[in-house]
């Protein structure tokens, strides 16, 4: 049952969430989507299907709820690397910031992030190689 998600799990979900939509309202919002989605959806035969699915829909709703952040605003970010990094994944584009939040934060294999994701794993490899590099760039 998609409510028996552990305590681990559910923060990597809602933290997963606010580093794609950018927000905690955004966050909220994908957290609870996906828990409907996934609570109106056949059970599963396999243990790990419920979660994917979750996860996916928790992307998908994420992106569409997703708001940019800039550098530039008002908001004093210097002070905390953590927010700086919040920021700096909030300043990539959609993909490639779901790319990184799902490998390098939520733990994903590729495997399950291409699926996440719903594209293949070579493309996430892509997204997540390109992600990574603005990235670094960003920060220097």
């Known amino acids: 049952m998609v409510t028996d998600i552990d305590a ?9 969430a606010f580093h794609i ?15 409907q989605h996934a609570a109106a959806a056949p059970d599963p035969s396999e243990p ?18 997703a708001t940019a952040v800039s550098e530039s605003d008002p908001v004093s970010w210097a002070g905390n690397s953590k927010n700086r990094v919040a920021i700096l994944l909030a300043s990539l584009d959609l ?14 294999s590729h495997v ?3 699926d996440a994701l719903d594209t293949t ?5 892509e997204l997540l ?9 960003r920060m220097m």
């Open 95 to 108: 993909d490639l910031r779901a790319a990184v939040v799902l490998r390098d934060i939520a733990g994903l």
């Open 129 to 137: 190689s390109e992600g990574r590099l603005m990235l670094v760039q």
């Open 112 to 114: 399950e992030a291409a």
């Open 8 to 16: 681990d799990r559910l923060s990597t979900l809602y933290t997963t």
């Open 48 to 65: 790990d299907s419920r979660l994917r699915l979750l996860m996916r829909e928790l992307v998908s709703t994420a992106k569409r709820t």
């Open 21 to 35: 939509s950018g927000s905690r309202v955004g966050a909220e919002k994908s957290l609870v989507a996906a828990y």
């Open 121 to 125: 794993p070579e493309k996430f490899g």
